[in-house]
C-alpha cells in the first residue's frame, strides 16, 4: 500500500500568518493517464469531510482562494496563505492513483 | 444541491452484521463512481470501499472478505453489508462521492458487547 506521511501532525498559527502542510507518498502518484491524484481534506470540529484540492492544485468550488496545493510525484504541499478563525481543524492527504486510495495521517490545525 | 444520507448504523454485537444505506439525491447517481470511508474514534480517515459506476469494486483488505459493497441505481442509494463485525470496526462510516467531492454525515457502528 501507498504510505502519506504528513507534517507536522500539529500546527499552532496565528490568525492572519501562511501555514504550510507536507504530505509525502511511499511511491510517486502519477497515474499511467499523466494526472497526479493527490487531494486535500479540511475536517472542522464535529463535521464531515471537505475536498479542497484535488489533482494536487485544483480548488473545489467555494474554497477560498487561501487556499493552495502543489507539488510533483512523491512530494507535495497544502498552503494557506493567510490562516483565519474558521481554518482551525485536521487537514488529509489522500491518494487516489493506487488501490487501496490512502489518506494521510492528519495535520490539527489550531489558533495560537 | 448534492445530498448523501447515510443510514443503518447502531450498536451491535462482536460476530454480528449491520448493513448500511447511503441515500443520494442532487444528481444523476449511475454514473458516478461511490466509496465508504471510516473514522474511529478519535481516529483518522480509512478508505473502505469504492464502486464505479459501471459496478467495479475494490476492498481495502481490513474489511475484504467481510464487507459486502452494492448499490441500485433504480433507488440512488449504495449499500454496504458489514458482516463478521469486530470491535476494531467501530467507527463513524461515511459514504463520498467519486475521489471525496462529496460527504454524507456519516453513521456511526458501535461493535460491542
Known amino acids: 500500500d501507498v504510505v502519506m506521511t504528513q507534517s507536522p501532525l500539529s500546527l499552532p498559527v496565528t490568525p492572519g500568518q501562511p501555514a504550510s502542510i507536507s504530505c509525502r507518498s511511499s511511491q510517486s502518484l502519477v497515474y499511467s493517464d499523466g494526472n497526479t491524484y493527490l487531494n486535500w481534506f479540511q475536517q472542522r470540529p464535529g463535521q464531515s469531510p471537505r475536498r479542497l484540492i484535488y489533482k494536487v492544485s485544483n480548488r473545489e468550488s467555494g474554497v477560498p482562494d487561501r487556499f493552495s496545493g502543489s507539488g510533483s510525484g512523491t512530494d507535495f504541499t497544502l498552503k494557506i496563505s493567510r490562516v483565519e478563525a474558521e481554518d482551525v481543524g485536521v487537514y488529509y492527504c489522500?491518494?487516489?492513483?493506487?488501490?487501496?486510495?490512502?489518506f494521510g495521517q492528519g495535520t490539527k490545525v489550531e489558533i495560537k | 444541491e448534492v445530498q448523501l444520507v447515510e443510514s443503518g448504523g447502531g450498536l451491535v454485537q462482536p460476530g454480528g452484521s449491520l448493513r448500511l444505506s447511503c441515500a443520494a439525491s442532487?444528481?444523476?447517481?449511475?454514473?458516478?463512481?461511490m466509496n465508504w470511508v471510516r473514522q474511529a474514534p478519535g481516529k483518522g480517515l480509512e478508505w473502505i470501499s469504492y464502486i464505479s459506476g459501471s459496478g467495479s469494486i475494490y476492498y481495502a483488505d481490513s474489511v475484504k472478505g467481510r464487507f459486502t459493497l452494492s448499490r441500485d441505481n433504480a433507488k440512488n442509494s449504495l449499500y454496504l453489508q458489514m458482516n463478521s463485525l469486530r470491535d476494531e470496526d467501530t467507527a463513524v462510516y461515511y459514504c463520498?462521492?467519486?475521489?471525496?467531492?462529496?460527504w454524507g454525515q456519516g453513521t456511526l457502528v458501535t461493535v460491542s458487547s
Open positions: 463520498a462521492r467519486s475521489q471525496g467531492q462529496y
Open positions: 489522500m491518494q487516489s492513483t493506487h488501490w487501496p486510495w490512502t
Open positions: 442532487g444528481f444523476t447517481f449511475s454514473p458516478y463512481s
